[in-house]
């Protein structure tokens, strides 16, 4: 019996099968660490647990693996392919074969996931509403990140190549948080990467006392990282430049509406812009239309642009009629301190001269965006037109809405039922679509609302999502973001078109005449969002919901705007047409759930169904591991262990792909593989068990002492023979076991003889 063969097989092989674990641990610890550090830029907690089990399963998946034989080199190819299956089922949209593999259509459907977050990562702030396409980047990214920390710290054998996979991503929240990265989250990262270099280094020499050296390098590594959290820019504690601390940044790197909030709350106003008009008063500066709900965030739909040339004129107008007075007005512009993509004029705007820079116009709804460029330091002079229609044409509006603007009528399935529930109060009686918008108007302003920047945030309700203004709408507190957002939503759940506008008030005049009433300052006070309603025959119409904010305007008036009569329901004029709110499905894609147990169920579905198709995948690995194990515990004394081993040797060839007829003699058979593990500890371990077999084959049965050791010898010869085999015929023996078929059948049979 080759006693030597015991040091050099099995503490090995169950080493390694404990500093799996133990790595997979320190790496779990790991993600933790970045996910502590990623705090605060989605709100919520459902990307939290999106990121920590989606890694976590792979990683305990990647373990579990190489536990069961998968050699660890092979392993993070099947977390990839593991990472494409749970991507799939949450992300894939109907598309992946079996719900499981993605095919061409899921990897295009990805891509517009993709570019959605890139828009929604352009638009919004931090922290930013949990939309499906944040969720998918978490969990995406969960799923690469994973496999990065287990090849380098398990596959290639380099954890302290990891720090620069984390660092890489601890620069995000350095980057984008106003407060940048939170110090005690790189202390965690820290001790995490220090971690799992101890659990490396005890992996590889048990006993040694040398981890003295990861702690070292750990050390290191941590001062330095301090170091530079103290001293970087990005990872300063002050973050990446605040816009609150200097000039207006609207429509940049943030969600405007989230932008016009912190704006508001300025301790001291910043002065944006001044003007001059040829208008009798001062005028609404819009800067752009928010016209894409997804239920959690108004957004600027991104359509295709015209190129903006010197004087050229812009327009028409969509859906103004010739019946509407209008006026031509000019204004001049010079931006102070404020930097947007959007221009800020008198809408709508029908040309401008002026600008530096390269510019385009919306034809939707006429707003224009910069390309490359921003309104900082611009001076320019607008021509715009001041519309005038009257509350009888508003009343008789009606008739078929152009298409494109029927998706300002899309709600989310998730719309929180108070919304529509308040319209439908609001407006009883009212039997045009204009009385139910002056009816909605009105509802802000006589029923008790108050107009507050601070109440909404201290009760944890700001911003502009649905569930944001169902809040707003039981507390009856807020700011113009809260009083728009919620106007326009009723509006579409009556079927009217609306959108939300965003720009400034006029402002304060700086003195003048009756005729010219001077400049016009503008601040960050100023700032202001109102809802635009579309009447067919008349276009986009503004109104002015928000308490103690704004001008009422003259065609809402009591004096000019006198109730719709209620005796003539089947008149044209005072019925609003019946319209079919659309369900657009890249929107409805779009939109969010209305709570976090819903928002976080397809993540779990898709790891659960991925979790149910590996464990049937593995059944036979499985099965035939289990086969192993309790022949090995038979070994213990029993009579019958020289045939137990033979049968356990047998079946491992057959899996490997190699011959193992039955007819065969145990001398012959040994030979073979004697031949095969030649020069290996295997070798006279094999030796052993043939002696052992030709005794009991032969002999008196071999009972005691003479069993003692056989478990050893055979795990030995198990090894190398497994070692000789090469990779895929040791995956192809670990997933297709052929030895659990009758010897007889076509799949069963041998694919190779060995050497």
């Given at each position: 019996m080759a006693s030597e063969s015991v040091p050099l097989a099995v503490p090995r092989t169950m080493r390694g099968r404990v500093g799996y674990w133990r790595l997979t641990g320190a790496m779990v610890l790991q993600m933790l660490a970045v996910s502590v550090a990623l705090v605060g830029l989605i709100q919520g907690a459902v990307w939290w647990f999106a990121l920590i089990l989606t890694s976590a399963f792979l990683l305990v998946a990647g373990?579990?693996?190489?536990?069961?034989?998968?050699?660890?080199?092979?392993?993070?190819?099947?977390?990839?392919?593991?990472?494409?299956?749970?991507?799939?089922?949450?992300?894939?949209?109907?598309?992946?074969?079996?719900?499981?593999?993605?095919?061409?259509?899921?990897?295009?459907?990805?891509?517009?996931?993709?570019?959605?977050?890139?828009?929604?990562?352009?638009?919004?702030?931090?922290?930013?509403?949990?939309?499906?396409?944040?969720?998918?980047?978490?969990?995406?990214?969960?799923?690469?990140?994973?496999?990065?920390?287990?090849?380098?710290?398990?596959?290639?054998?380099?954890?302290?190549?990891t720090a620069v996979g984390v660092g890489a991503v601890l620069v995000v929240p350095g980057a984008l948080l106003g407060d940048g990265?939170?110090?005690?989250?790189?202390?965690?990262?820290?001790?995490?990467?220090?971690?799992?270099?101890?659990?490396?280094?005890?992996?590889?020499?048990?006993?040694?006392?040398?981890?003295?050296?990861?702690?070292?390098?750990?050390?290191?590594?941590?001062?330095?990282?301090?170091?530079?959290?103290?001293?970087?820019?990005?990872?300063?504690?002050?973050?990446?430049?605040?816009?609150?601390?200097?000039?207006?940044?609207?429509?940049?790197?943030?969600?405007?509406?989230?932008?016009?909030?912190?704006?508001?709350?300025?301790?001291?106003?910043?002065?944006?812009?001044?003007?001059?008009?040829?208008?009798?008063?001062?005028?609404?500066?819009?800067?752009?239309?928010?016209?894409?709900?997804?239920?959690?965030?108004?957004?600027?739909?991104?359509?295709?642009?015209?190129?903006?040339?010197?004087?050229?004129?812009?327009?028409?107008?969509?859906?103004?009629?010739?019946?509407?007075?209008?006026?031509?007005?000019?204004?001049?512009?010079?931006?102070?301190?404020?930097?947007?993509?959007?221009?800020?004029?008198?809408?709508?705007?029908?040309?401008?001269?002026?600008?530096?820079?390269?510019?385009?116009?919306?034809?939707?709804?006429?707003?224009?965006?910069?390309?490359?460029?921003?309104?900082?330091?611009?001076?320019?002079?607008?021509?715009?037109?001041?519309?005038?229609?009257?509350?009888?044409?508003?009343?008789?509006?009606?008739?078929?809405?152009?298409?494109?603007?029927?998706?300002?009528?899309?709600?989310?399935?998730?719309?929180?039922?108070?919304?529509?529930?308040?319209?439908?109060?609001?407006?009883?009686g009212a039997t045009s679509e204009y009385a139910q918008a002056v009816a909605l108007q009105d509802y802000f302003r006589d029923n008790g609302f108050v107009y507050s920047t601070q109440t909404p945030l201290k009760q944890g309700y700001d911003g502009d999502g649905a569930r944001v203004i169902a809040a707003f709408l039981e507390a009856k507190s807020g700011y113009c973001v809260h009083f728009a957002s919620a106007m326009a939503l009723m509006a579409r759940s009556l079927g009217i078109p609306s959108r939300v506008a965003e720009g400034y008030l006029p402002g304060a005049s700086g003195g003048g005449t009756a005729n010219n009433p001077g400049e016009y300052t503008v601040t960050s006070d100023d700032l202001?969002?109102?809802?635009?309603?579309?009447?067919?025959?008349?276009?986009?119409?503004?109104?002015?919901?928000?308490?103690?904010?704004?001008?009422?305007?003259?065609?809402?008036?009591?004096?000019?705007?006198?109730?719709?009569?209620?005796?003539?329901p089947n008149s044209s004029a005072t019925t609003a047409p019946k319209r079919v709110v659309p369900t657009d499905p890249a929107q409805i894609a779009g939109a969010t759930a209305a709570t976090t147990p819903s928002a976080l169920q397809p993540l779990l579905s898709g790891i659960a169904i991925a979790v149910l198709v590996i464990a049937v995948l593995l059944i036979p690995a499985i099965v035939r591991r289990v086969r192993r194990r309790h022949r090995l515990r038979r070994l213990s004394g029993a009579p019958e262990g020289a045939v137990v081993v033979w049968d356990e040797l047998r079946d491992t060839v057959r899996d490997l792909g190699w011959d193992a007829p039955a007819t065969e003699t145990p001398r012959a058979f040994a030979a073979r593989l004697a031949d095969e593990i030649a020069g290996t500890p295997g070798e006279q371990a094999l030796l052993s068990l043939l002696a052992v077999r030709e005794r009991d084959a032969y002999g008196p049965p071999v009972r005691g002492a003479a069993v003692v050791g056989l478990a050893e010898d055979l795990v030995c010869v198990l090894d190398a023979l497994e070692s000789r085999a090469g990779r895929a015929r040791r995956l192809r023996a670990l997933l297709l076991p052929v030895s659990l078929l009758p010897a007889g059948w076509p799949i069963a049979a041998s694919t190779g003889t060995a050497a």
């Amino acid at each position: 019996m080759a006693s030597e063969s015991v040091p050099l097989a099995v503490p090995r092989t169950m080493r390694g099968r404990v500093g799996y674990w133990r790595l997979t641990g320190a790496m779990v610890l790991q993600m933790l660490a970045v996910s502590v550090a990623l705090v605060g830029l989605i709100q919520g907690a459902v990307w939290w647990f999106a990121l920590i089990l989606t890694s976590a399963f792979l990683l305990v998946a990647g373990a579990g693996l190489r536990t069961l034989g998968v050699h660890r080199g092979i392993v993070p190819l099947l977390e990839l392919v593991l990472g494409a299956m749970i991507m799939t089922a949450v992300f894939g949209g109907g598309t992946g074969l079996l719900g499981l593999l993605p095919t061409p259509a899921t990897f295009a459907h990805w891509w517009q996931l993709l570019q959605q977050a890139m828009l929604s990562i352009y638009q919004q702030g931090t922290p930013a509403e949990s939309l499906p396409e944040f969720l998918f980047l978490v969990v995406g990214g969960a799923c690469l990140i994973a496999v990065v920390l287990d090849t380098l710290a398990v596959a290639v054998r380099a954890p302290a190549f990891t720090a620069v996979g984390v660092g890489a991503v601890l620069v995000v929240p350095g980057a984008l948080l106003g407060d940048g990265l939170d110090p005690s989250a790189l202390a965690l990262s820290a001790i995490a990467y220090l971690w799992l270099l101890r659990a490396d280094v005890r992996t590889r020499r048990p006993g040694s006392p040398r981890p003295g050296a990861a702690l070292a390098v750990g050390a290191s590594a941590t001062t330095v990282a301090l170091l530079l959290a103290g001293t970087a820019p990005g990872f300063d504690r002050g973050g990446a430049a605040s816009f609150t601390a200097g000039g207006i940044n609207i429509g940049g790197t943030v969600t405007p509406l989230i932008d016009l909030g912190k704006d508001l709350r300025r301790p001291t106003a910043v002065r944006a812009l001044t003007y001059t008009t040829t208008a009798p008063t001062g005028q609404y500066l819009k800067l752009a239309s928010l016209d894409q709900f997804t239920g959690s965030v108004w957004m600027h739909r991104e359509r295709d642009t015209k190129r903006l040339a010197e004087g050229t004129p812009i327009g028409p107008v969509a859906g103004l009629s010739a019946e509407v007075p209008t006026t031509k007005i000019s204004t001049t512009v010079t931006i102070d301190n404020m930097q947007s993509r959007w221009l800020p004029v008198p809408a709508p705007v029908q040309s401008v001269k002026g600008l530096s820079g390269t510019w385009s116009w919306d034809p939707d709804d006429l707003t224009i965006g910069g390309i490359n460029t921003t309104t900082q330091g611009q001076d320019y002079t607008a021509t715009s037109l001041l519309l005038q229609p009257t509350a009888d044409q508003l009343k008789a509006a009606g008739g078929v809405v152009p298409e494109d603007v029927q998706r300002d009528l899309f709600l989310p399935p998730s719309l929180p039922a108070i919304i529509q529930k308040t319209a439908l109060a609001a407006t009883e009686g009212a039997t045009s679509e204009y009385a139910q918008a002056v009816a909605l108007q009105d509802y802000f302003r006589d029923n008790g609302f108050v107009y507050s920047t601070q109440t909404p945030l201290k009760q944890g309700y700001d911003g502009d999502g649905a569930r944001v203004i169902a809040a707003f709408l039981e507390a009856k507190s807020g700011y113009c973001v809260h009083f728009a957002s919620a106007m326009a939503l009723m509006a579409r759940s009556l079927g009217i078109p609306s959108r939300v506008a965003e720009g400034y008030l006029p402002g304060a005049s700086g003195g003048g005449t009756a005729n010219n009433p001077g400049e016009y300052t503008v601040t960050s006070d100023d700032l202001h969002a109102w809802p635009e309603l579309y009447f067919a025959g008349v276009g986009w119409v503004p109104f002015e919901p928000t308490v103690g904010r704004g001008t009422i305007p003259s065609y809402t008036r009591p004096d000019t705007a006198a109730a719709a009569p209620t005796s003539a329901p089947n008149s044209s004029a005072t019925t609003a047409p019946k319209r079919v709110v659309p369900t657009d499905p890249a929107q409805i894609a779009g939109a969010t759930a209305a709570t976090t147990p819903s928002a976080l169920q397809p993540l779990l579905s898709g790891i659960a169904i991925a979790v149910l198709v590996i464990a049937v995948l593995l059944i036979p690995a499985i099965v035939r591991r289990v086969r192993r194990r309790h022949r090995l515990r038979r070994l213990s004394g029993a009579p019958e262990g020289a045939v137990v081993v033979w049968d356990e040797l047998r079946d491992t060839v057959r899996d490997l792909g190699w011959d193992a007829p039955a007819t065969e003699t145990p001398r012959a058979f040994a030979a073979r593989l004697a031949d095969e593990i030649a020069g290996t500890p295997g070798e006279q371990a094999l030796l052993s068990l043939l002696a052992v077999r030709e005794r009991d084959a032969y002999g008196p049965p071999v009972r005691g002492a003479a069993v003692v050791g056989l478990a050893e010898d055979l795990v030995c010869v198990l090894d190398a023979l497994e070692s000789r085999a090469g990779r895929a015929r040791r995956l192809r023996a670990l997933l297709l076991p052929v030895s659990l078929l009758p010897a007889g059948w076509p799949i069963a049979a041998s694919t190779g003889t060995a050497a």
